[in-house]
């Protein structure tokens, strides 16, 4: 079970860090990603971490601004927000990646949390 936590209402400009957090006893199997929700849109690939957390991926929207990290020991994954823009509003979710097809996509995850609200003010 995937919990997602640390959203909250910014100015622009702002930062956030948001974490994950897996109750179970093989996170450190999985490679985790964070997707984003906006209201009236498609839920969007945001960034992943492999399973060492040595190799990540981001979209180029977030890229330089966003930044994932894992703690196995901790059965955590963050995502460390900085320099955050209006159009980054959203409910943001983790998920860990089934094993097989592109991390970019979301049919490829399963286990999905309950998402964190992130609301950027101009």
């Known amino acids: 079970q995937l919990q997602a936590s640390g959203g909250g209402l910014v100015q622009a400009g702002g930062s956030l860090r948001l974490s994950c957090a897996d109750s179970g006893r093989t996170f450190r199997s999985y490679v985790m990603g964070w997707f984003r929700q906006a209201p009236g849109k498609d839920r969007e690939f945001v960034s992943a971490i492999s399973r060492s957390g040595v190799t990540t991926y981001y979209a180029d929207s977030v890229k330089g601004r966003f930044t994932i990290s894992r703690d196995n020991a901790k059965n955590t994954v963050y995502l460390q927000m900085n320099t955050l823009k209006p159009e980054d509003t959203a409910v943001y979710y983790c998920?860990?990646?089934?094993?097989?097809?592109?991390?970019?996509?979301?049919?490829?995850?399963?286990?999905w949390g309950q998402g964190t609200q992130v609301t950027v003010s101009s």
């Open positions: 998920a860990a990646h089934r094993g097989s097809g592109s991390y970019y996509y979301d049919v490829h995850y399963g286990n």
